[in-house]
């Protein structure tokens, strides 16, 4: 090859490379990041995460980029290693749909009809519109389909200059013989998986050897080596995603490049067997653009449906390769671990699914320290006080890492539903964070009655343990519906914390009645009104999560003009909860 036909052909090699990314960018964005929560919430059969990979897949055109955000489902705790497999193996298929899309830049033919339907004409059409609806369109939206469109164009003008620049190389011994030894299959293996990991992609490795197929200098005894090589040199970049990522993501990672290369040499054992005693005469047949899109679909289904019965052997071969190390025995007995997965930062949808699954995490530690700290009041155990500062630093951990999280989310192009929910994230943070503050100090309560050796009287006791049943049922009935998105359970929150207001109040006035009477002392009366705070503190922070709920989904965030509002009117509704907890808890 001449210099000018080496440039060409590389410029032909990035042409090609940028359209494959600008069209696959269009594709995701046009989705509106619907994709990718598919693929998490209806993964959880080997058949369908199968199916949903294929398709995710072939709509993307990148097996890598599945399989990178399949890891990051498992890392985050989304996902379990199992589910992740069966979407790889789909991935694996998906990806060969591109070279079928490549195939368009090679229909040609004689006539008016066939000339209207050629490449250039082909390329020059998509070209012009995809250009006129990326400037012309004022909906994002429709400019992604630009986006799609000009990613084509530029895909198929790469391939015809990828075509034109080794078109000569048919008659060239040097690449003939060059052909010819990869005919060998381990050699030919080797150079496709080489070949593809330094590309970074197979659909761009398929396309270059569709480029070489037209010298006619390709036949099938050396294509299907090279096809195979790409299907395992695919796994490189997802290997790259195991850097940072915890066991059962690294398991995840490590499943690509042991289902392809396991399918490519049960695929090339069974074959090579065959064809020494049938000794097939396709073998020499010359490969064109067509067939190696067909071989290449062919190779992948073979492996999906020889691997697809096995995702248990595949799982075990994983876990053998990564084993768990007694350093993360130990870690994940000492504490739980915050996922929040910096891979799903680009695709807001899994970002905020993930954010949702890991406040609802948070609120629960809160809720289970508050119940802690209420059960150790009247019955002091110092374990459970060391548990209950436990959470409580968990809990501030959470805080910390969502709110770093969600701030980096919210640099991001969002839809508006989306920017809503990370709304009433950032606000139900600090809320969730001060109801395990409150719990801290109603353990310091507890804490100190027991060092001070303090008894409360029968009645003032007994009022503790009612108000304790009440903050109990809103911190429970708060975090339910904020982890299940239930309004109609967020709008029973407010009438509880209005009478525990209420029922605050009269505990306080009950407790100045005792002390004027002499029941109770002093210093029975500083730890009893620390307590009777705390708790209606921590009702106030749920309202404030209810609220917040049912705000934003009414497209407002007026919490205070809500409360006015709902306070002033005093629904039938509202009442009819408020005398039904006035029966369950009373004094």
Known sequence: ????????????????????????????????????????????????????????????????????????????????????????????????????????????????????????????????????????????????????????????????????????????PTFISLITTMSTPLLGMLVGALFTAVLQSASAAVGIVQALSVTGAIHFDSALPLLMGISIGASVPVLFSAIGANREGRRTAFSYPVATTLGAAIVAAIFYIIAAIVRPGFMSMEMDPFSIAFVNTLLRLAILLILMPFTDVLEAIVKTLVPVLPSEETTEKASPEIRLEERFIPHPALAIAQ?????????????????????????????????????????????????????????????????????????????????????????????????????????????????????SQVASMTVTSFRERDLALASRVEPLVDFINDLCTQMKNNHVSRLQAGICTITQGFVFNDIVTNCERIADHCSNVAVAMIELSGDTFQTHEYLHVFRREQTERFQEAYNEYAERFTI
Request: with cysteine; proline share 1%; glycine share 10%.
């Open 1 to 172: 090859m001449s210099i000018s036909q080496i440039i060409s052909l590389l410029s032909g090699v990035a042409l090609f490379l940028f359209g494959m990314s600008l069209m696959g960018d269009g594709l995701k964005k046009f989705s509106g990041s619907r994709l990718e929560p598919i693929l998490y919430r209806l993964s959880n059969t080997i058949p369908r995460g199968v199916l949903l990979g294929t398709g995710v897949t072939a709509v993307i055109q990148s097996s890598s980029a599945t399989a990178v955000m399949t890891v990051g489902f498992v890392n985050s705790g989304m996902m379990k290693v199992r589910q992740g497999i069966g979407i790889i193996l789909g991935a694996i298929l998906g990806t060969s749909i591109t070279g079928w899309v490549i195939c368009l830049s090679y229909i040609e033919g004689a006539g008016p009809m066939a000339e209207i339907i050629s490449t250039s004409t082909l390329t020059g059409l998509v070209a012009v519109a995809g250009i006129i609806i990326r400037m012309a369109a004022k909906k994002q939206t429709t400019r992604y389909v630009g986006d799609i469109m000009m990613g084509f164009a530029v895909l198929m003008f790469g391939m015809s200059t990828m075509s034109g620049a080794v078109s000569g190389l048919g008659s060239s």
């Open 355 to 471: 954010c949702r699954m890991v406040i609802g995490q948070m609120a629960e530690a809160s809720e289970r320290a508050l119940n802690i700290s209420l059960g150790i009041l009247l019955s002091y155990r110092e374990e459970d006080e060391a548990t209950v500062k436990k959470l409580e630093e968990e809990v501030d951990a959470y805080e910390d890492s969502l709110g770093t999280y969600l701030v980096k989310i919210t640099g991001r192009e969002m839809k508006k539903a989306q920017r809503d929910e990370a709304s009433l994230f950032l606000h139900t943070l600090s809320d969730f964070e001060r109801m395990s503050d409150h719990a801290l100090n109603l353990a310091g309560n507890a804490h100190e009655i027991q060092q001070k050796s303090l008894e409360f009287s029968a009645q003032a006791a007994h009022e503790l343990e009612v108000l304790s049943s009440a903050v």
